[in-house]
């Protein structure tokens, strides 16, 4: 994903109402052509002394959203109004990446106009993330959680 369209988020998330036990989620998260959201999540088990990912514990999970609208509201946040959407398989995300990215090889059309404040939308949403990259000099390496 971060190959195919940069700047991606990757961070963690867990259900679990202590972040000591249970299941982590690895989020991987790219905004891109002016009104897409493309999101992988996988459940990840971590090891806490090496603060690294060390096993992968579900099958990746991947969706496709489309923000028809950016509302910037008078507090100076954004709210974004969603459009069609797909959630779609590992499967369906190698015939995603071998087409380039052609949205017809997963069931959509691509819409090719950008929505008005969608770049404002995505830092707004990256902001609080720190930046993270798994490519090293255009090859993927293994996740670190940072301290």
Known sequence: MEEMYGDANHFLSSHEKSFTDGTWTWNTEVYFGGRYC????????????????????????????EIIKVTVLSNGLERASSGEGKFFSLSEWE?????????????MQK???????????????????VHVSLLHDGEEKGPEIAD
């Open 38 to 65: 493309l999101t992988m999540q996988v459940d990840v088990e971590i090891d806490y002394e090496k603060n690294r990912v060390v096993k992968m514990l579900s099958e990746p999970k991947f969706s496709l959203g």
């Open 111 to 129: 819409n090719p106009n950008k929505v008005p404040n969608f770049d404002r939308f995505a830092t707004g949403v990256r902001k609080n993330h």
């Open 95 to 107: 015939q995603f990446y071998e087409s380039g990215g052609d949205f017809l090889a997963i069931g």
